[in-house]
Nanobody, 116 residues
Framework: QVQLVESGGGLVQAGGSLRLSCAAS????????MGWYRQAPGKQRDLVAT???????NYADSVKGRSTISRDNAKNTLYLQMNSLKPEDTAVYYC??????????WGQGTQVTVSS
C-alpha cells in the first residue's frame, strides 16, 4: 500500500496562487498514473488533473490554463501549481496514485480555501 501525504493547502485570496505537494512512499516513476482530485462541501469528488507514467497530462476544463501538474521522480513527489485561483476552487484536494490497474491509493487531503 502506497502512502500519500499532501501539503501546501491554505487560505488565499482570489487571483492568488498555491502549489500543492504529494509525497509518496513508493517510486512514483513506476506508477501507472497519479492525479489530483477535489471535493467541495456537499459535492462529489472530481478530477482536477492527472499525469501518466509517460508524462501525458490531462486537466479538468475548470482548471485548464490555470493549473499545472508535475512530478519529481527523484523526490517521489507530485505537484499541482494553481494560479489565478477563484472562490469556486475552494475544496479539499486529494492526491491519488494508481500503481497499476486495480491498485489505487489516496492521500488524506489538504484544504484549499479561496476568499473573494
Amino acid at each position: 500500500q502506497v502512502q500519500l501525504v499532501e501539503s501546501g493547502g491554505g487560505l488565499v485570496q482570489a487571483g492568488g496562487s498555491l502549489r500543492l505537494s504529494c509525497a509518496a512512499s513508493g517510486n512514483i516513476f513506476s506508477f501507472y498514473s497519479m492525479g489530483w482530485y477535489r471535493q467541495a462541501p456537499g459535492k462529489q469528488r472530481d478530477l482536477v488533473a492527472t499525469i501518466s507514467r509517460g508524462g501525458s497530462t490531462n486537466y479538468a476544463d475548470s482548471v485548464k490554463g490555470r493549473s499545472t501538474i508535475s512530478r519529481d521522480n527523484a523526490k517521489n513527489t507530485l505537484y499541482l501549481q494553481m494560479n489565478s485561483l477563484k472562490p469556486e476552487d475552494t475544496a479539499v484536494y486529494y492526491c491519488r496514485a494508481t500503481v497499476r490497474i486495480g491498485l489505487t491509493s489516496w492521500g488524506q487531503g489538504t484544504q484549499v480555501t479561496v476568499s473573494s
